[in-house]
């Protein structure tokens, strides 16, 4: 009982982690109807931002913890942004209207580019920092078994929260997200409604990507250690999570995110932790083939 | 415009593009994390603003030449070549290019500047063409997205080294056992997955593709794990074995030439062209039989195929499983040469350059796929020495060769019949 508790509690960080990664995929599917496959290297670079501004402020030694941290997060969110622009702009939006293939094999382009990137820049090895936030609650003491709830991993849940809502007020309220709302369902007929388009697939790309940034820095002080290939294998559970929660549906992809993050850490924590990535493709696979819409996806009406 | 105006937006757009590139390159090249010597924990920074300071102005520089020689060129542009007279162009373009490159193919070894090197190299381009032209089946011709087509490779692989290494049958043997295989794995695979459209059914076998990587490194009692397979037998020429010294004839003694480990080397030479041949011949004949029509009328429309009674998974399947055969010979002639297999060799990397090249050559285009292989493996294969920068560039590459020409550089997505139409 303690054990599962445990392995709730870290599932819920974990795919708090996935969540905010795969609303970036879910919101550039639903706009621009592509597989924005360089979504996890953005995120391996907002990861980067923050582990450098974390050396750069000496996160970790000083006194003001919480304000060093806010910095960390502006600073991954403002410099991962930027490339989430940039890459729609240099490597999308000439192929908006080309064939989809095409814009496949350029995400794929810029996500190879962006790793080999970070490692001729930064280095192949791996990158450890020591722990920032320490401690944390404990309850259930009985005997050996312990229920630990740090105050990293409360940190964690409550930023994901704070974001989530942040982000749903943008996109339910406020004119930025009516025109998003309106692009994702028409996006001829937005256009000749007046909707700069350009304008606000650019800053889908922007929000995905600060997203995203928030999620490495999460990462960086989960986990402790980054290297130039986390991206990858991050960015395709996160796309599975879009996907299981129905791609190009927001709540779906927090649904997913949440998913994925509680069958990852069961699966390693009752059977065999080499076979957990497996597990997740195993799930990708099945819901494609039973529920391609997802669970809260609408199933695609095929025309002629 | 006035030429004033003009030049105050340029001004303003490279000083735009020069503060986007430093707010891009600053962090990540400017601060180059190293793990600290003194005491192994923390990380300290390596300061590198002078690289990340000339990378900046290099962008720039570029995006100014863009202006001068791109932008202002890009209205004026007026369309030459009618359609049918290009088409006929590349039709008659693609023959040439196509002896052409047989003559070359062929001849290579006995040049007298080919080296061991560079048949190495030629060797390494030939099993990607390989590659490229069983992938160009799928998507190509049956325009099924396959990302995981490294998957059928590596059963290839280590279908010929598990059967070399435990049953000692000899690599003839293995080599349509090991296509067999893999196209069961095709089979398999595409099974359930075939419904799917697109970027799902990407996705779906990239997924597969890693499924199959990590079974393979974490089934150590079959497959030997990260340990991988070893000491996988050579191949001999038809049951001459290319050695110094053996018990049976020797190749050398057999041609009675003189002993020389260049044999071997251009005999795996030869054996991957003409595998590919094989593969390339088998492909343009499939395309003028019933199956291979119906690829063609399934990659440019399914409802309408299912309308006029193709069943759209057994053709599919046929495509995924015949795809998969030809990877899984050039996954065993990959076994042979190496000698040694590991996962490391198929990982989800691999199959995104044999998509590229696919995609980037042309999909459809045989041809194409040849060109692609050499731009991108031979060229990034001479260019060894900036091992690191390799790969950095060949991301680049892919980037800027599909955004001047999204269709590929030799575009040939005709079907092989059409009706004539009413008006010619």
């Not at chain 2, 006929?88 to 080296?115: Q, R, S």
């Not at chain 2, 089946?137 to 290839?156: E, K, Q």
Request: hydrophobic share 55%; proline share 3%.
């Amino acid at each position: 009982m303690e054990y599962f508790l445990q392995q709730l509690i870290n599932s819920l960080t974990l795919g708090s982690i996935y969540g905010l990664i795969a609303i970036g995929y879910t919101m550039v599917y639903g706009i621009v109807g592509m597989i924005n496959f360089a979504h996890g290297d953005v995120f391996m670079i907002g990861s980067f931002v923050s582990l450098i501004a974390m050396v750069l402020l000496g996160v970790g030694t000083g006194a003001f913890l919480p304000l060093a941290l806010l910095v960390v997060l502006l600073a991954a969110i403002l410099v991962t942004s930027v490339y989430g622009w940039t890459l729609e702009r240099v490597a999308y939006r000439p192929l908006r209207g080309s064939f989809r293939l095409a814009a496949l094999i350029t995400a794929l382009g810029a996500s190879i580019f962006l790793q080999n990137f970070v490692q001729v820049s930064q280095g192949a090895k791996i990158k450890p920092i020591q722990p920032v936030i320490q401690g944390g609650f404990t309850f259930f003491e009985n005997g050996s078994m312990v229920v630990s709830f740090s105050y990293l991993q409360i940190f964690i849940i409550i930023i994901t929260v704070i974001l989530l809502s942040i982000f749903s007020y943008i996109i339910s309220k406020t004119p930025l997200g009516r025109s998003q709302r309106a692009c994702e369902q028409d996006l001829t007929m937005s256009k000749l409604l007046g909707i700069n388009v350009d304008r606000t697939i650019s800053i889908t790309f922007i929000i995905g990507a600060s997203l995203a940034s928030v999620a490495g820095m999460m990462f960086v002080l989960y986990y402790g250690v980054i290297d130039f290939f986390i991206g990858f294998l991050t960015g395709i559970k996160a796309f599975t999570a879009a996907v299981l929660g129905g791609i190009g549906s927001i709540p779906g992809a927090v649904i997913g995110g949440l998913l994925i993050g509680l069958i990852e850490t069961f699966w390693s924590a009752y059977f065999t932790i080499e076979y957990k990535d497996v597990a997740v493709f195993g799930i990708l696979v099945i819901v494609l083939i039973f529920r391609p819409y997802g669970i809260l996806g609408k199933p695609e009406v095929e025309k002629v | 415009m006035s030429s004033k105006e003009n030049f105050s937006l340029i001004i303003k757009d490279l000083i735009f593009t020069g503060l986007i590139a430093t707010v891009l390159l600053i962090p990540i090249v400017g601060f180059r994390t190293e793990i600290s010597t003194v005491d192994s924990t923390g990380l300290i920074f390596n300061y590198n603003f002078i690289t990340a300071f000339f990378v900046v102005a290099f962008i720039v520089g570029i995006r100014f030449l863009f202006h001068i020689f791109w932008f202002s060129k890009i209205q004026k542009k007026p369309q030459e070549n009618s359609e049918k007279n290009k088409k006929k162009f590349l039709k008659k373009l693609n023959f040439y290019l196509g002896v052409a490159a047989a003559v070359i193919a062929f001849t290579l070894p006995f040049m007298p500047f080919a080296n061991r090197y560079i048949v190495d190299v030629a060797t390494l381009v030939l099993t990607y063409v390989m590659l490229g032209w069983g992938l160009n089946i799928v998507v190509g011709l049956a325009g099924l997205l396959d990302l995981g087509y490294v998957a059928f490779f590596a059963v290839g692989a280590y279908s010929y080294a598990l059967l070399a290494t435990t049953f000692d049958l000899s690599f003839w043997i293995c080599l349509p056992l090991a296509g067999i295989l893999a196209a069961f794995a095709g089979i398999l695979l595409g099974f359930p997955v075939l419904r799917l459209r697109g970027d799902y059914l990407a996705i779906v076998t990239l997924g597969f593709g890693e499924i199959i990587r990590l079974i393979l490194l974490n089934w150590y009692e079959f497959t030997g794990g990260p340990d991988g397979i070893s000491r996988i037998p050579r191949p001999s020429f038809f049951g001459f074995p290319f050695a110094r010294k053996s018990e049976d004839t020797t190749f050398h003694e057999l041609f009675g030439l003189e002993y020389s480990t260049m044999h071997r080397i251009i005999f795996l030479y030869y054996l991957i062209l003409i595998l590919a041949l094989i593969t390339n011949f088998f492909t343009m004949k499939i395309r003028n039989l019933p199956v291979g029509r119906a690829w063609e009328a399934l990659r440019e429309d399914e409802t309408a195929c299912r309308a006029i009674g193709i069943n759209p998974t057994n053709t599919k399947l046929t495509a995924f499983a015949i795809g998969a055969m030809f990877g899984g010979f050039a996954g065993s002639f990959f076994a042979t040469r190496q000698g040694f297999i590991s996962p490391e060799s198929f990982t989800f990397i691999e199959s995104a350059i044999i998509l590229a090249i696919v995609v980037l050559g042309g999909m459809g285009s045989q041809i194409g796929v040849v060109i692609a292989s050499i731009l991108l493996i031979g060229s990034t294969e001479l260019f060894r020495e900036l091992e690191q920068f390799r790969m950095l560039a060949f991301g680049l590459a892919m980037i800027i060769i599909m955004i001047l020409k999204p269709r590929g550089l030799l575009a040939n997505r005709e079907p092989s019949i059409l009706l004539n139409k009413k008006n010619e």
